[in-house]
């Protein structure tokens, strides 16, 4: 193993699928060990593209100005699209052991899926810059603290927000369709694996509210880990029902015969 996060490498022989492919811990570490630096310079590139985004929002969250936040969050999430869309195919890649060099993997990425990943993108942007803006009204600038049931609603939105993202971006990187399949795909993935599609997003809902609840100095994590591990964990938990649902790596194999699937 070549880099291991948590924990050592157990001793004895590793547990493999049928495959051939590592399983559990085991496996998380060697993709995470054999791609942390495709991981660091993708998410790199996905923080200067939401750079834009993020200067808008504060914008208007600075000045309070809801005309100066719907053009920043559909602008700025447009153009941070591409970007998304980008990190999620670096992270499939790695989880299905694609070869190739990060550099000509990730131009690929931006090239193919650019133009699907502008309107995704300016609606995803809404929502964050909307949820930011929420955030604000209700726990930094109201005088009185939310009620109990408003805070649950507003986690909950969060909630399904997260669960749409880690499943419709992996649907947009990898096939051609028309977004009512990919939310169609989205819905019925979720009703079959529903504990799996919770865990994921609830687990993406944990670590950016740790982010926010413990910034400024969370936020120093951005450059190095946030942006990129948060989805890694989340799509890894997701994976191998996804390889179940799709037939992945049967299809991508069929098409792409020169990327090999590794076994070690």
């Not at 070549?2 to 811990?25: H, K, M, S, V, W």
């Not at 750079?51 to 920043?72: H, Q, T």
């Not at 300016?122 to 929420?134: D, Q």
């Not at 990187?173 to 799996?196: D, G, W």
């Amino acid at each position: 193993m070549a880099f291991n996060l948590f924990r050592p490498f157990g001793g004895g022989e590793p547990q493999r699928d049928a495959r051939g492919r590592l399983t559990g811990i085991d496996r998380y570490q060697d993709v995470l060990g054999r791609n942390w630096k495709r991981f660091l310079l993708t998410g790199l590139c996905t923080l200067a593209g939401f750079a834009p985004f993020a200067a808008g929002v504060a914008c208007a969250i600075l000045s309070s100005s809801v005309l100066v936040l719907l053009p920043a969050g559909l602008l700025g999430g447009a153009i941070a699209g591409p970007f998304t869309a980008a990190l999620y195919d670096t992270v499939l890649r790695a989880l299905r052991d694609a070869p190739g060099s990060w550099r000509h993997n990730y131009a690929r990425a931006l090239r193919q899926n650019w133009r699907g990943a502008l309107v995704p993108g300016a609606l995803t942007g809404l929502f964050l810059a909307a949820g930011a803006f929420a955030g604000m009204m209700l726990f930094g600038w109201a005088a009185v603290w939310p009620s109990l049931g408003t805070i649950c609603v507003y986690l909950f939105s969060w909630l399904l927000f997260f669960a749409l993202q880690v499943l419709y971006w992996p649907q947009l990187v990898l096939f051609e369709q028309k977004n009512s399949v990919r939310l169609r795909n989205a819905l019925l993935f979720t009703l079959k694996y529903s504990l799996p599609v919770l865990g994921a997003a609830g687990l993406q809902l944990a670590a950016w509210l740790l982010m926010v609840l413990f910034a400024p100095w969370t936020l120093l994590l951005l450059p190095v880990a946030a942006v990129w591990f948060i989805p890694y964990a989340a799509l890894f938990v997701l994976y191998d029902d996804w390889e179940e649902a799709f037939h992945l790596e049967e299809q991508i194999a069929a098409q792409f015969p020169d990327q090999p699937v590794r076994r070690d």
